[in-house]
């Protein structure tokens, strides 16, 4: 089980957004969150080029690996190899609400069939000793959130999980796409307090339109755990109160000039290895919103970083033009 203060913040998992090259970069700006990787499919992970799929940098700890899969026996076998790359915990995901996703009959049409998702964690948590952990909704389509969730996490405690994240909304899996699907469906906080309330003993976060560390630490004054989605990758500044904010750590000014220096050191070593900038910079354009020079720092990363043959001192022209003495904030 996990212990209740050991992960208060964490940044969600999000298809197509935090790959390693992300959870390095958000890494710099908090030594304690809790990073995810992007879903993997169980198949993938058994049978598709592991080194892409699941390597990361060991600077990246805390880091959890997030597998997609209904399937009891290819997941305990994802979880294994997960665990052998040396991920901290593997997280289920029982709440993507794509197309690609229930065509594969996992993600969040899995909350219909709780028994399964129960086998599927207790497959799971038979082959690793790290923890296993599952992410759904509050429920899908027409069903009621009160029975609904209350059987998943029923199930998957019973069968050994370490934890439950609950994003606080329904997936609506016939007629809205995934992007509205995280808009759309209203936000219900209370359901998810009712469950940990229910609960105590059991580690429950939430996430869902948490949109700064202060909405954060009010979720916790009900549930184990904040985690925050688009909020902690469009503005990713916020991170760098999560250590003095949640974890102990002492107050202090962030270098920002250092964590450019060690992003652009970074970006070096993945061109040499034949990757571009542009991979690595894509997840740093709103770093300094709201700042003077914040602008011409996006149109750096956004036109020249992704220009053939660019190299790390462009992440370092694009830092130049931002003004941290200024009072005024530019236009985002």
Known sequence: MMKN??????????????????????????????????????????????????????????????????????????????????????????????????????????????DLVADC??????????????KCRIGVDEQDPEPALDALANGVFTAGADALWVHARKAWLEGLSPKENRDIPPLDYDRVYRLKAGKPSKFIGINGGIQSLEEARAHLDHVDSAMLGRA????????????????????????????????????????????????????????FHGLPGARRYRQILSTDANRPGAGPDVLKTAFAAVEFGGAAAEAA
């Not at 964690?121 to 790290?130: L, N, Q, Y």
């Not at 002492?250 to 220096?261: S, T």
């Not at 060690?262 to 070096?268: E, G, R, V």
Request: aromatic share 8%; proline share 4%.
């Open 5 to 114: 203060q050991e992960h208060r913040v964490a940044v969600a998992p999000m298809m197509d957004w935090t790959d390693r090259h992300c959870r390095f970069f958000h890494r710099q700006l908090t030594s304690h969150a809790l990073l995810y990787t992007e879903m993997v499919v169980a198949d993938a992970v058994i049978q598709g080029a592991r080194e892409r799929l699941l390597g990361f940098d060991a600077v990246e700890h805390p880091v959890a690996l997030q597998i997609g899969g209904s399937d009891p026996a290819k997941l305990a076998e994802a979880a294994r190899i997960g665990e052998a790359f040396g991920y901290d915990e593997i997280n289920l995901n029982v709440g993507c609400p794509s197309d690609r996703v229930q065509s594969g009959t996992f993600g969040a049409c899995l909350m219909k069939v709780p």
């Open 121 to 134: 964690v207790a497959a799971m948590k038979a082959a690793v000793a790290i923890p296993v952990t599952v």
């Open 232 to 287: 902690a990758y469009h503005t990713p500044s916020i991170l760098a109160g999560v250590d003095a904010g949640f974890y102990g750590a002492k107050p202090e000014a962030f270098d920002f000039a250092g964590l450019i220096d060690a992003m652009a050191d970074y970006a070096a070593r993945h061109i040499e290895q034949g990757g571009r900038l542009g991979h690595v910079t894509r997840h740093m354009v709103g770093l």
